[in-house]
């Protein structure tokens, strides 16, 4: 049996593909569950029975404890979160407590527990906000424009913190946007694949979009999650930038996904002042140079690649 992983937000989208990518390295992985009224393990159900799925919360420091306490793991990836943006104007305290103090609570747990543990923060490009730099890299300085913007800032540098207080081998990956077949529905990238596909199939005729304008270095999920692994395997901790390099703007995902269908997507597409932000992220694009150097990371799936991954596992769940 190799190392012991712990993974919070395991049912996430990341949380699939890490554990996928841990299991295929003779890891043993446990995961954190928290206890809802209906079961949330669609992603990782085809992998369950090789996972070891434990109770606990990111609110619940005791519960972080106690499991820390069971089982050991040398190395701990928290990746659980309130993640989406949107969301964090309507719940900024749920989206603190999670998000932000989540983090103090699993890294104090490690400290009392067992400090030797290796520890990944899933940072994110959304602290770039309103960018002072293009590209961003791992020195630009952070101006983040949501609540949720806000409490990742906090989490990374308790993250930096904890690593200069306590010695602690704690790193935070700053990663851009990554998506796949597997993210949530809300999200912009799988909301249009998603809608494209039900539209191409009759299923519905329009779909309803808020800033057409703004841009994202968008990667696939399943390239970011290595990164992550090859960030606890250094021998020093530091923070990453991880990217593509590349910026597209939502006009061109609607352009590519509907596109990929032989659809014009301004047939289709409706712009709904209601899903526009209060503050808006304009433009983001990374530059994980430091990743390539260090980690020798290399994003393998190109933006186009991906919308066709997604615009096709969408459309197949649908024509069966
Ligand atoms: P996701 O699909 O929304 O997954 C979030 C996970 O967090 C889920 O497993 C969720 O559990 C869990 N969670 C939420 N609140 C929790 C709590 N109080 N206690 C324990 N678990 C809790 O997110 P993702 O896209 O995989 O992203 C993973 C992480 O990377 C997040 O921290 C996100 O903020 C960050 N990030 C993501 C991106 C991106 O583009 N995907 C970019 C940068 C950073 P349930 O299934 O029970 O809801
Ligand atoms: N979700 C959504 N829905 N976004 C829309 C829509 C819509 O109908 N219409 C336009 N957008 C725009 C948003 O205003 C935003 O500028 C962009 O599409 C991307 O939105 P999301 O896909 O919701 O992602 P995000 O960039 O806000 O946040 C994601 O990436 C962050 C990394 O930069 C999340 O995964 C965060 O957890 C992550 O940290």
Redesign the pocket.
């Known amino acids: 049996m190799g190392p012991t992983a712990l993974i ?9 593909y890490l554990a996928e990518l841990l299991l295929s390295r003779g890891y043993r992985v446990i995961g ?3 206890r ?1 009224s209906t079961t ?1 393990i669609e ?1 990782i159900g085809h992998i369950q029975d090789r996972l070891t799925l434990v109770s ?5 420091e005791v519960s972080l404890i106690n499991l820390l306490r069971e089982f050991r793991p040398a190395e701990v990836y ?7 943006v949107q969301v964090s104007w309507s719940q900024p305290v749920l989206t603190g ?3 932000a103090l ?1 983090v103090t609570r699993l890294l104090d747990a490690i400290r009392i527990v067992d400090p030797e543990i290796r520890f990944y923060q ?5 602290m770039f906000g309103r960018v002072r730099q293009v590209p961003q890299d791992e020195t630009t300085p952070f101006y983040p424009r949501s609540p ?1 913007g806000v409490a ?1 800032v906090y989490g990374h540098w308790i993250t930096v913190n904890y690593r200069e207080s306590y010695g602690l081998f704690a790193t935070s ?7 796949s077949p ?3 529905l809300e ?1 912009v990238t799988r909301k249009v694949t998603h809608g494209a596909a039900r539209i191409a199939a009759g299923l519905q005729r329009e779909l309803r979009l808020g800033n057409l304008e703004a841009r994202r270095d968008w990667g696939y ?1 399943g390239d ?1 999650v290595e990164a992550m692994v090859a960030m606890l395997a250094r021998d020093e901790p530091t923070d990453y930038v991880i990217a593509t390099g590349q910026t597209h703007s939502v006009r061109e995902l609607c352009e590519v996904a509907f596109g990929t269908l032989g659809l014009n997507w301004e047939d289709h597409v409706v712009v709904d002042p209601a899903l526009l932000r209060p503050a808006e992220v304009d433009l983001l694009v990374g530059d994980a140079s430091r990743a390539a150097r260090e980690l020798s990371w290399r994003a393998q799936v190109d933006f186009y690649g991906l919308i066709e991954m997604m615009v096709a596992a969408d459309r197949a769940a649908l024509v069966g």
């Open positions: 919070t937000g395991i049912t996430g989208q990341d949380g699939s954190l569950l928290r809802t949330s992603r606990g919360d990111l609110t619940d928290n990746l659980a979160a309130q993640s989406f407590e999670t998000t989540g899933a940072s994110s490009s959304e949720y990742k990956g700053i990663l851009f946007n990554h998506e597997r993210r949530g999200f999920a970011y």
